[in-house]
């Protein structure tokens, strides 16, 4: 890899410096860099790990992720993507099945794969594009001039850990739920908003390794207490023999936290032995992670700094997605960085970026604003099952405006009726209130 670049003007760019800095080669951070190399911006991506590596994470992806893998030219007809139909829900004895909707303006089939080697495609991609990855390079914290604007980042790289600056303009914060770049900007997080916490372990499965849904479970209970989950449980396929196992909870401050490792081995004790979903069968380690939902960390832009994904608390408060909204905002920060580099003026370079903040806003305010809602009175205290009562179950309409409900699956106009009535929903709900950014 070339340890020099080219900005857009043919200058040269040194190693140690670029027109972008991106922290953190996870979906939103690859996504960033992938975009403004294309956009013909020098991009250095600074990756604390090396690939592959593991995330916890469901390892699955709606209709809406794959639409976004296909715009940046991801081949998703490579080996090792499985497809699926849709979902299936399971409650109190029932269930049903959702396939993916045939909108036209999204592919009507979801897809699953490992997190173990999914991160190192879309980091190669970028790569590819012309972003200049550095591996074994952990961001300790940003560098800012005097008027505390950003101008790069401090790191330490390889085995020894050899401190190393890195200077740009921008720097975009992709670092994932630790937040470390926002944080030491002084963005703390919003402690109103919700914070959810999921566990998630492999199973070798030949029965279930191929089903054509994503299951879902809403009746689980607290081991601990007896009370309903507040939240579900999964079962993913992924194809190559195995299932990905696992349960989130967003537990509610009256009641406590949830014992994910006894609630999980509770579940699991009820599944089908031909379902080889035991201990015996167990592919990987039972491994945690939290899930900082609704934007809970604001605002977005702040002094050269944009948060994208997990940085800026953008998993979904509907279900706990959060790699599409990772490569949607990536997407979103480096069309609006590429446009401010091109602006004449630190003002009018200004301006440009404080529009990022306005179109996330304007994607997901209004939704999440909703979800954060319905997250703090239903699903914390009550869990899904509320949601999935017999009338809903026994209601194919009701079940599929749930399903476009909860996996946002409603962004383009169309004529079908389920999504006008979801976007109405949706446009009922007040706007967020924009928190004002640093002129600086």
Known sequence: MPSTGRSQQGGAISDDQ???????????????????????????????????????????????????????????????????????????GRQVHIDWPRSGSQPDFGLTRSRHDFDDILARHAVAAGARLRLDTRATGPLTDRAGRVIGVSAVTGADKQPQNYHAPLVIAADGASARTALAMGLERDPSRPIATAARRYYRSDTRTHDPYLELWADLRCSRTGRDLPGYGWIFPLGDGRVNVGLGALPHRKHGAVDLRAT???????????????????????????????????????????????????????????????????????ETVALALRRAGEGGREQALRQYQKEVNRRWGRYYRLGNTVADHVFARYGYRPLLNRRVMATPALVRTLARLLTHGTDAPSDDLIDTAVRTLVRMVPAPAQRATSKR
């Open 18 to 92: 670029a027109q972008v800095i991106v922290v953190g080669a996870g979906p939103a951070g690859s996504a960033a860099a992938l975009f403004l190399a294309r956009a013909g911006v020098d991009v250095l991506l600074l990756e604390k790990g090396a690939f592959p590596r593991d995330k916890v994470c469901g390892d699955g992806l709606t209709p809406r992720g794959v639409q976004q893998l296909v715009r940046m030219g991801i081949d998703i007809d490579a080996p090792g993507w499985m497809r699926t139909k849709g979902m299936r829900w399971v409650c109190a």
């Open 264 to 334: 999980l081995d509770q579940w699991l004790t009820r599944l089908p032995p031909s379902w080889e979903l035991r201990e015996e069968n167990a592919d990987s380690p039972l491994r945690s992670a939290a899930l900082p939902m609704g934007f809970n960390r604001r605002p977005q832009y702040h002094r050269g700094l944009l948060l994208i994904g997990d940085s800026a608390g953008m998993i979904s408060p509907w279900s706990g997605e959060g790699i599409v909204q990772a490569m949607e905002a990536g997407e979103v920060a480096a």
